[in-house]
């Protein structure tokens, strides 16, 4: 299996200039760089670093076989998979799925899909859900074939939980009391208000592992349930995550792509680049940017460092498509304020191409006849490189061999491990979501949630606005 | 008709402390804004501002009449509908679709729906491509009642041309010769290369108009067009778009909305908040904030200004999606740099609503029974702003009555006003790309097209990169 590559050379001074990296300053960073790897290998497996051994037995073993007993119980009759969740619990299942499933995945026929048609709520939009619910209950005889598959740690995140409700409510009116072998929930094994209602309705379950967060969670079972139902071969992801886990424990730094990827992007922000795009080349992989949007934002964005100083660190991570994006995002990149790196994804070869066809008399478009479409696709993506060179404006490719599990796998493993590195680079804790608690708390207040009253007053007395509204 | 309202409190001094702006400053602005109003009100229908016509007569009448008699002629039994395009030919597209027809519109049965599935192509990835071809190509007589829309000014852009020559190849192979009745394109009225073969080939066209540029082209016919085949009330988007036009016109300033955020804005950038956040709290206004990136991006980022002074002006558009979001970027928003502004889109009253039932025993989750999605949806977002304020971060809300055509287009022409009221302010050209030539002529030498030759060795001498690789 060939590796996934991390090209830097346009992070260099010697492409883009004075708003590039000198080499030398990254060679200075070796011996710091070798030491954090070296000390994120100690702590691996340790704390909120569990993530770090997903791909690996014992947890490995234990995390595919339960979801491969389960998905073998449920049997290959299911239609409908609705995925609850939000957040963490969401955005690896369906990037997952994007990457590696049609983009006309729902809409196909049984007999031409690997598995169940896949609807993550992912958010209480009154008309978003109430749509979906109306396709999945308009037919009976598929509704009953329906698995609610309930992703929450404690249960008590209000999303998730007023979307379970509701799922719950209308499978228990559809299919009476045997509707608890409808669900599975995703949750903590041993307490939370999510575990007391399984363990009281006997639904499924499956661990939301002990020292893994929400938004590492994706080679858990959390985002590893949906995958194999549908057919995502979860072994190959788990697999290339282990071996880009080795490459990255390597104290050989200019190795070891997190070590310098992670270095490269946090020098950048202090050097006035904070704004970190992620710009695939390929459809399937842009909803990976989003998952990636929550790594980078919610492990960094932090306002104190670990001494307890206010630092207000981050960077913004913007998720992009080539080349859809050169039609409305590279004027701004090539011409706006040079505050941004662009990391392009790029795949080397698309397993099923298309030859764009001869038979256009137009002289203007002969050029085009004959060639593939990933041939023009990665020629625009050249040229945009090309073309950001040319504004010295820094940037980087992720290549991927081939759009598959193993390198989709490589792919998490690699940037969870550079989030980790930056985290220890910027001195923060990478793990935490303090000022979500906030509009959690507000959310209860304005919900009425008993105890709470007192954040409604406040809310109200802060937001009130009529005079400032044209 | 009730109109959106732009709430911008949450922007000022007395609620976000020194991150705000004082409203003696916004008061001391109030004779500039009236005066480049004026500006805009003179100009307005001249050059590239012929966009800003697009709602009223004589442009109205002929572009509704023209779009409602090929609807009427193509007639109900449409059944695919491929939108071919790329950019400003594709994004308000996607955008008028997504915010005014379900989520699951394209599973619907086809009496469910008010028009053809739509498919808009919007890149050359050959797996996505590939997958749609299979689906609509699969089934014979569905694939006999298809309508391929390709929308392109000169015919020439690369994307939309390989979609183009893709799909013609397709239909005449399927179709034989009668298959010019099944493509609509949407171009120039009189010259280029698109214009040649439509002339050959006997195409139905409707009009690029005039002075009207990709990104402020979605209430002509190039938006209108798949619109009103699915069912779109086109004339409800116009009236909106008129309403708000008037609102925009307005010397009271405080009374326009587009001057206010306009220069809101751009002070905000000016002071060290150039990252625009546009973060609907309604799934289906998400596309929307799509379609304001390219507006937001290409119009104001630009490397000279009127007078040919390096400026790097510009500011960026990130989207973002509640609540799904605060889950994911709200944590960055709060503690990370304040570089940012948020602006939420707000959704008053649902059409269709859901009620969280009753019937759950878990005392924790008692506060969300009995009460509405949409009730939590924007109790959320009240949280989030609330939270934002508490940690000085600027927001502001574009607040809808309802989700429907005639708040969307006020929504559209609001954000084009607002955007050629910035480009007055920066004192660039809002209309402009001239950063993205470099990228095309590049791909056009990698692409081998004649003519383009020392592109290729420009690029490939720039670009070779073995030794930065990991």
Chains 1, 2 share one sequence.
Request: contains cysteine; negative net charge; aromatic residues 8%.
């Amino acid at each position: 299996m060939s590796p996934i590559t991390l090209d830097y050379a346009k992070c260099l001074t010697d492409r883009v200039g004075k708003h590039g990296i000198a080499v030398r300053d990254l060679d200075a960073a070796v011996p710091e760089l070798a030491s954090l790897t070296e000390s994120l290998n100690r702590t691996r497996g340790t704390g909120w670093q569990r993530w770090r051994d997903l791909p690996f037995d014992p947890a490995r073993r234990e995390h595919v076989g339960k979801v491969r007993a389960l998905v073998e119980k449920l049997g290959p009759d299911v239609e409908n998979l609705v995925v609850l969740g939000i957040g963490g619990s969401a955005l690896g299942n369906i990037a997952l799925q994007a990457a590696l499933k049609p983009a006309t995945y729902n809409l196909l026929p049984r007999d031409l899909r690997d598995g169940p048609r896949l609807f993550v709520l992912d958010n209480v939009d009154p008309h978003a859900i109430g749509q979906t619910l109306t396709f999945i209950g308009n037919d009976d005889p598929e509704f009953r074939r329906t698995v609610v598959n309930v992703i929450s740690k404690s249960g008590e995140t209000a999303e998730t939980a007023a979307q379970f409700i509701l799922l719950r409510s209308m499978l228990k009116r559809m299919l009476g009391d045997g509707f608890a072998d409808h669900v599975v929930a995703i949750t903590d094994p041993a307490r939370g208000t999510m575990r007391a209602i399984c363990d009281a309705e006997g639904y499924a379950t499956l661990p939301v592992p002990e020292g893994v967060g929400g938004r590492f969670s994706v080679l858990s079972p959390v985002g590893l349930f949906s995958a194999a139902m549908c057919g995502i071969d979860i072994d190959a992801l788990l697999d290339g995550a282990a071996e880009m886990d080795k490459r990255c424990s390597s104290n050989d730094v200019l190795k070891n792509p997190a070590a310098i990827l992670a270095w490269l992007l946090m020098q950048f922000t202090k050097r006035g680049k904070p704004n970190h795009v992620l710009m695939p080349y390929c459809n399937a992989l842009y909803m990976l940017a989003d998952w990636y949007r929550q790594l980078w934002a919610e492990s960094l964005g932090k306002r104190v460092d670990l001494s307890g100083k206010e630092v207000f660190a981050g960077a913004t991570p913007i998720k992009a498509l080539g080349t859809t994006d050169q039609h409305s995002q590279v004027q701004l990149y090539r011409e706006g304020p040079n505050d941004k790196v662009i990391g392009f994804l790029e795949v080397e070869s698309f397993e099923e191409d298309i030859t764009i066809p001869h038979g256009l008399d137009a002289e203007n478009l002969n050029y085009l006849q004959g060639q593939t479409l990933s041939t023009l696709l990665n020629a625009e993506k050249r040229a945009t490189e090309y073309a950001l060179v040319e504004s010295e404006r820094p940037n980087f490719t992720i290549r991927f061999p081939r759009l598959d599990a193993h390198a989709v796998g490589q792919f998490i493993q690699l940037w969870e491990i550079t989030t980790a590195c930056a985290g220890l680079i910027l001195n923060i804790d990478a793990y935490d979501q303090p000022a979500v608690e906030t509009g959690k708390k507000a959310t209860f207040g304005l919900m009425g949630r008993p105890g709470y009253e007192q954040w409604k007053m406040k809310v109200d007395a802060a937001l009130d606005s009529s005079v400032q509204t044209v």
